[in-house]
């Protein structure tokens, strides 16, 4: 692979990046964290969710990243970045106060890497993120202002409750089923989005999960008798 070309975050040399948006799977691949700030932190418990073989490299970590290492969570080296650590990694971060190193990070990574509020030195950058169980929302700009990606993000956590949890677990369980017994392909389509749709949605977050739930079960035994 060719070496990479640090660029530069000065504003009169950025040019517009077009990001892929994507969502990964991670289950089981290999996450490096250099660093063990709170930073750091963070994204380690980020990743934690993802299910990732996490090893974080730092010759100091906090509390909460030294609890997650002693139940076995996470793989520590007490040390210094070096050359090599990259080795067979999935995804890398960056998040050291050193920029000498997190540079040489970015230039030794074949992978997936992110150095923390650089994007000068990120193949891919992290969004904004709403959890709403199976419901993920990101949010992102580019890079061109978080504050505002986060604050999109907060007003979207209110139009996207809790219930929206639950109504997809009702969800969930409802097209199983659907798959099983409407046969007719276009009729299942039909009913599938009709529990999916806006209606559905304003009834879910004005009269709640149990009266949503219920509707959408309802016609479904309407739709699997007709």
């Known amino acids: ?6 660029v530069s975050t000065s504003s009169k040399h950025i040019t517009p990046v077009v990001y892929y948006p994507v969502f990964l799977n ?24 993802t299910g990732a073989d996490i090893s974080v490299i730092s010759p100091q970590i906090t509390r909460r990243i030294q609890s997650e290492k002693q139940k076995g969570k996470i793989q520590h080296l007490c040390r210094q970045y070096r050359k090599g ?11 050291t106060d050193s ?18 509020d ?13 959890k709403r169980g199976p419901l993920t929302i990101a ?8 504050a505002l990606s986060r604050s999109i993000r907060r007003e979207l956590e ?13 969800l969930r369980d409802i097209r199983t089923e659907a798959i099983k017994v409407i046969r007719d392909p276009e009729k299942r389509g039909e009913f599938l989005k ?11 977050r004005e009269e709640g999960c149990k009266k949503a739930a219920r509707a959408a079960r309802d016609l479904f035994r309407k739709t699997n008798t007709a």
């Open 158 to 170: 209110k139009i996207y409750g809790p219930e929206f949890s639950e109504y997809l677990k009702v």
């Open 85 to 95: 650590d990259l080795k067979r990694a999935f995804l890398v971060i960056a998040a």
């Open 1 to 6: 692979m060719k070496q990479k070309k640090a």
């Open 26 to 49: 991670l289950k089981g691949k290999k996450a490096i964290v250099i660093g063990g700030g709170r930073v750091a932190e963070r994204k380690i418990l980020a990743l934690l969710k």
């Open 139 to 146: 949010v992102s700009t580019s890079g061109v202002s978080p």
């Open 194 to 204: 009709t529990v999916a749709s806006e209606k559905m949605m304003k009834m879910l």
């Open 99 to 116: 920029p000498d190193i997190n540079e040489k990070i970015f230039q030794d990574a074949s992978c997936l890497v992110n150095v923390v």
């Open 118 to 130: 650089t994007p000068g030195l990120c193949n891919f950058i992290v969004p904004s993120v709403i």
